[in-house]
């Protein structure tokens, strides 16, 4: 059986974070511009020793428009999008030292990304936008299921 203390570590909360300091240091450290709002975020990763912090592996971020984003130390793989609409799709940052064991990438999917990394034999990992149920783009969720 699994503590709550473990379960809590892998607890991940969605929804749009609130402007604090942790959200625009995230937003800073990708080089946003002040007009993109990230409407989450997370940080998958190993704590750093003798901190609370989490050294970031992969980072998800949905957008809410277009912007380019880029940021020091990964490379950014992003969805495609529709041409419809005020939409920025979803991007998956990959920390530069583990670009190396990416071994495919599929992006062509809107709003999805796929990755395949050679050091998890096996397994696809697939980071996927799935739109509210009041947005226009809601009909197409039928393809998961």
């Known amino acids: 059986m699994v503590d ?8 991940v909360i969605l929804g749009v974070p609130e402007e604090t300091r942790r959200y625009r240091k995230v937003k800073e450290s990708l080089e946003i511009s ?3 709002r990230i409407r989450d975020y997370r940080r998958l990763g190993k704590y750093v ?9 992969l980072v998800e971020v949905e957008l809410k428009t277009s912007s380019r984003i ?3 130390g990964y ?18 940052l990959v920390r530069r030292a583990l670009h190396s064991a990416v071994l495919t990438v599929d992006t062509s ?6 990755l395949r ?4 034999p096996g397994m696809l ?16 969720i039928n393809i998961f299921l």
């Open 49 to 57: 020793s003798n901190t609370n912090r989490k050294r970031p592996i």
């Open 34 to 36: 002040e007009n993109t």
């Open 117 to 120: 990394f050679s050091c998890l």
């Open 125 to 140: 990992l697939g980071f996927v936008y799935v739109t509210p149920s009041d947005s226009p783009y809601a009909r197409n």
């Open 75 to 92: 490379v950014v793989y992003k969805s495609s999008v529709s041409d419809r609409g005020q939409r920025g799709g979803s991007m998956v």
């Open 109 to 114: 999917a809107t709003d999805q990304v796929w």
């Open 4 to 11: 709550r203390r473990e379960r809590e570590t892998k607890l």
């Open 70 to 72: 880029s940021s020091p």
